[in-house]
């Protein structure tokens, strides 16, 4: 295993109390494999991206622990955390149209970025990989300006993974894309991991079928929770959560985002996570909820590699 | 949204403090006049006194009550801070939801309009103005600092417009075919309302600033007594180096405290409207 | 870039251009004869200069020519720098005198300004990075920018001059003395020039700690510092970066806070009877030199949009992405 997970809870401090973002999510990643996140907005993916590099300043570690290679990441401590970034855990964020410093030439950034994690900068190595990024070499010589908008984003994609980081966590770096070029960004990022630059990815996306062309295992979350995980052709093909089964039945054709559309099979909204009922927290929208479901439904292992978080599943 | 801007407002100290500021030196200044039954420059007998029980900051060479002066100062100061700010900050919302709500060349045209009364030293553009009309009322003041206030309000606002322009509530009042100032005044104003108020403060502390810089270099109103006047006279009349310190401090801590607070208050207000940046 | 400029030099030019105008039209709009009711209102030193100085104005303004000639023969002399003569100063010139007066008004502007930015940006940066910086440099900081300038001078002059006896309080040198390039000459001029430099670098500084501090940590907020936190980068770093960046609106802010700044040193100059421009333009209005007036509002518009444009040039250096042609500072 790469990653385990155990048990992770992760808050976030408001005037009215705790949000429960994520409560108590166990999953692990094996060398080479690739996880897509999915679930609703506002489920708390990000919120677990996060967790596993860097949480921002309203976050707080409740609980739980995560293992990379065998070490505890001290996910808690901001300063002790920053010896594992980069090198075990890396990000390609969202914003790579503004992820680099505007006022400092690409390489030269670059540079500073390493020498100040006192790594050596490996000129070939990096030539290479911007070569296999379709890169001319040129643009470490140019501002971020200078780039267009693809360019940008397949430089941070080098910059993140120069240093074979065991984990690489990419939030919704496609969603601003259009279609082929979504494709070349998920090929490259497969690229990246047969050729080690990363061990092991965890790629969140709100595009189930963009998910499967690349993840080995999907994982499906709710209301902070995981719901299902299992292999990507499993969660497609038969997937046992009722939650994950309404999500599936209710992307009409491959290629469409559930997020555009509302979730018209699943009448209702996700319930408040601020201070949540006990139970199982899709109880309100599900359509096979039963007395049982006011206890909270653990995740169990059903099959080999399908893990299910329901009481019906079990 | 109203009640939870409110229930901000009333824990913010830094707001609090300086309305309170703010608010005791406005009553001080409206109400105080009518406790004093002699005029500010009227002559009330001894020469600089320093401060006492009968005269509250003392007298100058002349023989004139200072907190009476003071009094009557702090009310004109405020009536061409927000004077010279209200005029400057209707100028600035004007030119700046025009060019930011039309665009095209009327916004060219009040862009470069802006820009040029922007580079422009108002302080020399105020005494060329100030010494050749020679109207040297506490309003004709006011006005003036309005006329050459506005430019960075104008600029500000228009950028706010330009982007509020492009919403789907904006764009649904356009397509009912309601007309651009109804737009302006309905949709896009109240949306910024908040902002527009943090304009006005700040424009009505910088007018209080230059009124004051006016009045030092004679170019003050003739027919009232301000706070920037009294540092002037004491000036013009060697309070310095007579030792008449309380001829020159008063006027000027007031003037400090007043702008002071009103920028304090400023940061509490943007905090109260801008979740961003409260702090938890 | 060359777009950027452009625009720059026609916003300035047209800029002077305006003020040109007006300054040839004010006088113009007064009711009845100008000239006279000019020399009526100025204290004019010498009675028996009135008349001369009529003849010599009525020339000048050429009021039997038609407009647009009065207009160009008006941009012909301000080019051939002749701003006419002082009426409180008869018969000195307006431009000797105001040349006499720039070397001290620069000589308080430039390190004042130059200095309070640096020493302001330095200390706003700091402010942002500790609780107890923020604590203790932001209010005095917003008490300093709420000050009136001509307050911190007066109570400048006042402590060390007045009550301590430190500093001369009055005069860019001793009256005692005769300028010279003497050592003595120069510490005396020094010792006269440092309360109004200090107090006009004080108030100054307030303003430009306030504005690194909101501008750093907003740029601590921005995209690129997350990225380099989230890759491990040590916050020295990120502040580097962040201290870089914030200080392109600073300089931006510089451009915009001139017109303050000049209107803080001539009344500071005013306080310490420094014989800068600011004592010319007190001793104009007080003795309704208009002439003087006008010439000191041209010095000082000039002075102000070349100001603006090192500022530019500054801008550009400075910021890579001007350079590259994308965006320029805001105009
Ligand atoms: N700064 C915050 N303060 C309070 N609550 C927050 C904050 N950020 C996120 N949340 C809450 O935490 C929950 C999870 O948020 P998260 O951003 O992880 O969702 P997500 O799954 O990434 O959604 P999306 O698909 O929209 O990106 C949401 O209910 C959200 O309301
Ligand atoms: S546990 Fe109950 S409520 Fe929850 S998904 Fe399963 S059946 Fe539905
Ligand atoms: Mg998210």
Known sequence: MTLEVDDLRVYYRTLKGDVQALDGVSFGLRDGEILGLAGESGCGKTTLGKALIRLDGRMKHVGGSVTLDGQVLPIGEDAKMNPYRFKQVSLIPQYSMSAMNPTRKIGRMVRELLESRREKLDLDELHQRLELVELPKDVLGKYPIELSGGMKQRMVMVISTLLNPSLLIADEITSALDVSTQKAVVTTLKGFRDRGFVKSMIFITHDISLTNQLADTIMVMYAGKLAEKAPASTVVNAPKHPYTQLLISSLPEVGVRYADKRLTGIPGNPPSLLKPEPGCRFRARCPLAFEKCAEDPPPVEVEKDHVVACWKAA | MKTEALYFAVRNTKLLVGAGIILVLLGIGVIGPFFIEKPPTEYVGMQMQPPGAEYWLGTNTFGQDLWAQFVHGLRTTFLVGALGGGIAAVIGMVVGFLAGYKGGWIDEILNMLTNIVLVLPTLAVLFILNAYIGVRSAGMQALFIGLTQWPWAARSIRAQTFSLRGRDFVDLARLSGVGSGRIIAREIAPNMSSYLLLTFILLFGGSILIASSLDFIGLGPTDAVSLGLMLQQAHQWSAMHLGLWWWFVPPGAGITLIVGALYVANVGLDEVFNPKLREL | ?331
């Open chain 3, 1 to 331: 870039m060359r777009r950027y400029f452009g625009r720059k030099l026609l916003i300035y030019g047209l800029t002077f251009f305006m003020a040109v105008t007006v300054n040839w039209l004010v006088p113009r709009l007064m009711p009845g004869d100008p000239v006279a009711s000019m020399l009526a209102r100025a204290r004019v030193a010498q009675p028996e200069a009135q008349e001369a100085l009529r003849v010599y104005y009525n020339n000048l303004f050429g009021f039997d020519l038609p407009w647009w000639q009065q207009y160009l023969n008006s941009w012909g002399s301000l080019f051939r720098g002749d701003f006419g003569i002082s009426l409180w100063a008869f018969p000195t010139p307006v431009a000797d005198l105001l040349t006499r007066a720039v070397p001290y008004s620069l000589a308080l502007l430039v390190p004042s300004i130059l200095l309070s930015w640096v020493v302001g940006n330095r200390l706003g940066a700091l402010a942002a990075r500790r609780k107890v910086l923020d604590n203790t440099v932001l209010p005095v900081s917003y008490v300093l920018t709420a000050t009136p300038y001509l307050w911190l001078a007066a109570l400048m002059a006042w402590g060390f001059g007045v009550v301590w006896g430190i500093f001369p309080v009055a005069g860019g040198y001793s009256f005692s003395m005769t300028p010279s390039f003497t050592w003595d000459f120069f510490v005396d001029l020094f010792w006269h020039w440092l309360l109004p430099f200090s107090s006009l670098f004080l108030v100054a500084l307030g303003g430009w700690a306030i504005g690194m501090r909101n501008v750093i940590i907003y740029e601590l907020e921005s995209d690129y510092a997350n990225y380099m936190s989230a890759l491990g980068a040590p916050q020295k770093l990120i502040r580097r970066y962040a201290f870089r960046n914030a200080v392109l609106p600073q300089i931006t802010g510089l451009a915009l806070q001139l017109g303050v700044l000049v209107a803080g040193a001539l009344v500071t100059e005013i306080v310490f009877s420094y014989p800068g421009l600011g004592s010319l333009i007190l001793a104009a209005i007080q003795n309704k030199d208009f002439f003087l007036l006008q010439g000191a509002f041209l010095f000082i518009v000039l002075g102000v949009l070349i100001a603006n444009f090192i500022i530019d040039v500054v801008y550009v250096i400075v910021d890579p992405r001007t350079r590259v042609g994308m965006v320029g500072a805001a105009a």
